[in-house]
Nanobody, 115 residues
Framework: VQLQASGGGLVQAGDSLRLSCAAS????????MAWFRQAPGKEREFVAT????????YYADSVQGRFTISRDNANNVVYLQMNSLKPEDTAVYYC?????????WGQGTQVTVSS
């Protein structure tokens, strides 16, 4: 199983970014996918999740209304569209899925938002 995240970068407050996570080695549409993030000195925290077929999504309160999670099951990719970015969104962002109670993580992509 491999999760390859990309799309991070350095942006200014108010800007947008779209993260991508390409998955391989799993029956992608069978699994709920999620994004987490970890800021320096803080624990990893949940950001958003989407059901296997993409019909249901949930967000952390801190990103609700600004971030949108989506997926392309034909190409095994999950996205995180991030709008109205804030300095407090600065973190390494990880994609994730769980199979038989084991969490799988991508390598992370750095998002830095300057004020």
């Amino acid at each position: 199983v491999q999760l390859q995240a990309s799309g991070g970068g350095l942006v200014q407050a108010g800007d947008s970014l779209r993260l991508s996570c390409a998955a391989s080695g799993l029956s992608f549409s069978n699994y709920r996918m999620a994004w987490f993030r970890q800021a320096p000195g803080k624990e990893r925290e949940f950001v958003a999740t989407i059901s296997g077929r993409g019909g249901r999504s949930y967000y952390a309160d801190s990103v609700q209304g600004r971030f949108t999670i989506s997926r392309d099951n034909a190409n095994n990719v999950v996205y995180l569209q991030m709008n109205s970015l804030k300095p407090e969104d600065t973190a390494v962002y990880y994609c994730n899925f769980r199979r038989t109670r084991i969490d799988y993580w991508g390598q992370g992509t750095q998002v830095t938002v300057s004020s």
